[in-house]
């Protein structure tokens, strides 16, 4: 078994620890970095509640090794709103509802930013195959897609 | 689930990848990591030395050169959905591409991970099979060429050594009147197939010149519907061709029964599916319509 010293930047900040190779990046994440915003719901890679993103990409981090995160760039829920103004994603979420017990919603979010980030003006079509990798068993979705339009809406108006 | 314990190295280069599979019986290549890391939670997987090939960015390139498309091993399928060329050459792997998983999973899994794990519920063995592809493996002695035809052995067993690492996938590029598709039924976003088919045909007007097929998940080990390919060759595609088509590949496959239906139930979607799949391929030939 090996142990391995890992340096990466999570949500701005510089971060040095070191890690069992086969800790997964969810638990680094919850139980090394004290981080509990970013969620395990399933452990079979099937719902997306411990979507992060590394390197710029959306990612379920239960399939990611914490030491393959040596170098990268991480943003976990926590990281989202660094000076406390909700993001006009998580503002969607809260104006429209888009969640009833919250467990999916970290995940929701940061996929759905790195949707908006790269497509501006998604269909409802897009939006909801954007989503399909992350899995609400309250909400049926309609919501949650009406909170993304919202902050689509929202970032388009700040360009 | 923690996976059991590992000794885990992240090579620089692909010498130093290949030098630690022969140094280490029983290593495993991480790649995009997206059905090993599953099957390592659950124990299903156990090796206890993993080289993780992320690291090697050599291998991640699609281009196209002397008469085929070239995938770097490390390609992610995110980037197959994104790449210009893809859109606008290869139909069937555009398909394949957007039903692999989910788009979370699509952004970590490789191309190379996808048809090396030599799973049957995988969506590229069928599209490469249909496509005629071939892998290029590195190992010790260097570098080999292995048809697709001959790749995969057996249920996650594939032509590759223990000691090989597969480097890239080629696929002949298209020619005139050539069209593909793949269509897959799944009961939700990021289930296996329940059957998934894979067209590559060419037309001579509404003449058949050539055409592969692909089956997903119906068949212990990947497989072509050769019955199929055989019945539809040389034929114009009558609605009575297609029929005959479907059923001989019905009947050559081999799926067991599961949660996802019975035998009975995959042989005849896989008829009606195929059915399907010819047609789209064949309404994608350039000048068709």
Known sequence: MSQHEISLTVNGAAVTKTVEARTLLVHFIRENLELTGTHIGCDTTSCGACTVVLDGKPVKSCTVFAVQANGATLQ?????????????????????????????????????????????????????????GNICRCTGYNKIVEAIQYAAAKLEEAR | MIPASFDYHAPRTLDEALALLRQNEGAKVLAGGQSLIPAMRFRLAQPEVLVDINGLSQLDYIKEQGGYLALGALTREAALEESPLIRHSYALLLDTAKVVADPLVRQRATVGGNLAHADPANDHPATMLAYGASVVARGPGGER???????????????????????EIRIPTPGPGAGGAYLKIERKVGDYAVTGVAVQLTLSGNVCKSIRIGLTNVNPTPMRAVG?????????????????????????????????????????????????????????VKGSN
């Open chain 2, 145 to 167: 060429v292995i048809g697709i035809d001959q790749f995969f052995t057996g249920l996650f067993e594939s032509a590759l050594a223990p000691n090989e690492i597969l480097t």
């Open chain 2, 228 to 284: 199929a390919e055989q019945r539809l060759t040389g034929q114009a595609l009558s609605d009575e061709a297609l029929e005959a088509a479907g059923q001989i590949a019905a009947g050559e496959c081999s799926p067991s029964a599961d949660l996802r239906g019975s035998e009975e139930y995959k042989r005849d979607l896989t008829r009606v599916v195929l059915k399907r799949a010819v047609r789209l391929a064949q309404s994608r």
């Open chain 1, 76 to 132: 976990t829920i926590e990281g989202v709103a660094p000076d406390g103004k909700l993001h006009p994603v998580q503002e969607g979420f809260w104006e429209k509802h888009g969640l009833q017990c919250g467990y999916c919603t970290p995940g929701m979010i940061m996929t759905a930013k790195s949707l908006l980030e790269k497509n501006k003006k998604p269909t409802e079509q897009e939006i909801r195959e954007g989503i399909s």
